[in-house]
C-alpha cells in the first residue's frame, strides 16, 4: 500500500505548514513499498499485525501500538502505523477492549499481555516477519500510554521482551484512577521514554504524565515535551488530546464507534511527522545516534520546522530530570 503525507499545497499569499521531510526521524524515505496487514483482532485480547513488505526482510523491531480508550479501529492511527511499517518495523496492535464498556478497566493490560504474547508467537512461524531480539518499542495513547507505562514497567513479571524505547502520548486514563501504579520507578535504567503532551489536552490533562515523570527516577534517558497551538498560518497548528489521529481506511475494522467517527475528520500535519513520528523514528532508527536528537545537550528537536515564510512554529516546551 502506498501513503502520501504531506501539508496541503502552498497557495499564492497563505503562509502555510512544512510539508512532510523527504528523509531523516520523521521523513518519508522509506525502504518498504507495501504493508502486510493481518486481522487477529476479534477478541478483546486480539491484535492485528502489520509487517513491511516489498521487500519482506527476514527480521525487524517490534513497535507494540497500544490505542486510547475505545480506539480500537486502526484505520484511527493508520497513517502513523504505515509510516512506522513502511520504516521497517514490524507493528503489533493489540485491541484490549471488545466495546467501549466491555471489558472493565482491570482487563486492559492482562488482554494487551496475552495479544503481545500471542503476536510475538505467531512472528516466530514461517513466512512471518520474525521479531529482532532486543529490539520492542512502546508506543502507547492516552490509556494505552498507561498500559504502556504499566507493561514496561513490569515486562519481567508478565513474561514479556524487555522494552528497549517507550514513546507516551497524552497518556492518562481519566476517571479510572484505580487502574494506575503509585510510581514507575522499576522502568529499566536503560530505557529510552519520551513523554509529548497537549496545550489544550482537556480530557486526561498531565497529571498521570507527571506522574511517570516523576517517578520513573532510575531512568535518566526521559524527558518530556508539550506541543502547542499555532494559529500564525494556516491550516493553525493545534494541540489537543487527538492529535495523533491520523486515519487510514486501508485498516478499517468496520468497528464504527465514537472514536471512529472522530478520527474521521483527523488531520496528518507536522505536529504528527515532526513530533510523533519523528520521536518514535529517533528512538528505533540508530540507537547510538538518533536518540541524541532528543536527549542531546542540543535539544533540537524542541524545535519542530518552520512556517512558510521562514517563522519558526512554536517550539516544544521539554523537561528534563534534575541531576543531582
Not at 166 to 187: Q, S
Not at 277 to 285: F, N
Not at 299 to 321: C, Q, V, Y
Request: a negative charge; one cysteine or more.
Amino acid at each position: 500500500m502506498f501513503a502520501l503525507f504531506s501539508s496541503p499545497m502552498a497557495q499564492p499569499n497563505i503562509i502555510s505548514q512544512p510539508s512532510q521531510p523527504m528523509n531523516g526521524p520523521g521523513g518519508m524515505e522509506y525502504i518498504h513499498d507495501e504493508v502486510d496487514y493481518q486481522d487477529y483482532g476479534k477478541k478483546q485480547d486480539g491484535y492485528w499485525l502489520f509487517q513491511p513488505k516489498a521487500p519482506v526482510p527476514k527480521e525487524a523491531p517490534v513497535v507494540v501500538f497500544l490505542h486510547g480508550y475505545s480506539a480500537y479501529n486502526p484505520m484511527v492511527y493508520g497513517a502513523f502505523i504505515e509510516h512506522l511499517v513502511r520504516k521497517g518495523n514490524v507493528v503489533i496492535f493489540p485491541r484490549y477492549q471488545k466495546t467501549i464498556l466491555i471489558p472493565s478497566t482491570n482487563y486492559f493490560v492482562p488482554n494487551s499481555v496475552t495479544a503481545i504474547k500471542n503476536a510475538l508467537k505467531k512472528l516466530e512461524g514461517e513466512g512471518y516477519v520474525n521479531a529482532k531480539e532486543g529490539e520492542m518499542y512502546y508506543v502507547g495513547h492516552s490509556f494505552g500510554g498507561a498500559i504502556s507505562a504499566h507493561i514496561m514497567t513490569d515486562f519481567e513479571n508478565l513474561g514479556v521482551p524487555k522494552p528497549k524505547a517507550g514513546l507516551l502520548i497524552c497518556p492518562g486514563v481519566g476517571p479510572f484512577t484505580k487502574t494506575i501504579k503509585e510510581n514507575y520507578e522499576e522502568i529499566p535504567s536503560d530505557l529510552n521514554l519520551v513523554i509529548i503532551t497537549a496545550e489544550k489536552d482537556y480530557v486526561v490533562g498531565d497529571g498521570f504524565a507527571h506522574r511517570v515523570f516523576a517517578t520513573a527516577e532510575n531512568t535518566p534517558n526521559r524527558i518530556w515535551f508539550k506541543h502547542f497551538t499555532d494559529e500564525y498560518g494556516s491550516p493553525n497548528v493545534t494541540s489537543d488530546h487527538l492529535e495523533v489521529y491520523a486515519k487510514n481506511k486501508a485498516y478499517d475494522t468496520g468497528d464504527h464507534g465514537y472514536s471512529y467517527k472522530r478520527a474521521r475528520s483527523s488531520k496528518i500535519d507536522v505536529i504528527d511527522y515532526n513530533v510523533y513520528w519523528r520521536a518514535i523514528d529517533a528512538l528505533i532508527e540508530a540507537s547510538d545516534e538518533q536518540p541524541e536528537l532528543i536527549f542531546g545537550p542540543g535539544h533540537e528537536f524542541r524545535n519542530i520546522g518552520n512556517w512558510s515564510d521562514g517563522t519558526p512554529i512554536k517550539p516544544l516546551a521539554m523537561l528534563k530530570p534534575t541531576m543531582s
